[in-house]
């Protein structure tokens, strides 16, 4: 099983930046998938998730700007990222599960991916 973030990078506030997940090993399209991001010296913070029928949902300090999508046909998950801000800058993780969303705790899901680096400047 592996999940692989790509699409972090440096981006000035305001900017937009894509990220992606590929997926491999399981059925991708029977989970729940999510991104959950680290910043500098704080706790996991869930940010946003996909069901499997495409319902989305986003953590209030996004929503607006972060948008998730899904492609089961090429087992991938992605986070559309406008308008951000220094605070958004962080380690996003994609995870997956069969049932849980909404978490900032890595033990709640199935499958974790290593991150990628977000940074943003002012």
């Known amino acids: 099983v592996q999940l692989v973030e790509s699409g972090g990078g440096l981006v000035q506030a305001g900017g937009s930046l894509r990220l992606s997940c590929a997926a491999s090993?399981?059925?991708?399209?029977?989970?729940?998938m999510s991104w959950v991001r680290q910043a500098p010296g704080k706790g996991l913070e869930w940010v946003s998730s996909?069901?499997?029928?495409?319902?989305?949902t986003h953590a209030a300090s996004v929503k607006g700007r972060f948008a998730i999508f899904r492609d089961n046909a090429k087992n991938a998950v992605y986070l559309q990222m406008n308008s951000l801000k220094p605070e958004d800058t962080a380690v996003y993780y994609c995870?997956?599960?069969?049932?849980?969303?909404?978490?900032?705790?890595?033990?709640?899901?199935?499958?974790w991916g290593q991150g990628t680096q977000v940074t943003v400047s002012s």
């Open positions: 996909i069901s499997t029928g495409g319902f989305t």
């Open positions: 995870a997956a599960d069969l049932s849980r969303w909404m978490s900032g705790r890595r033990n709640d899901y199935d499958y």
């Open positions: 090993g399981f059925t991708f399209g029977s989970y729940w």
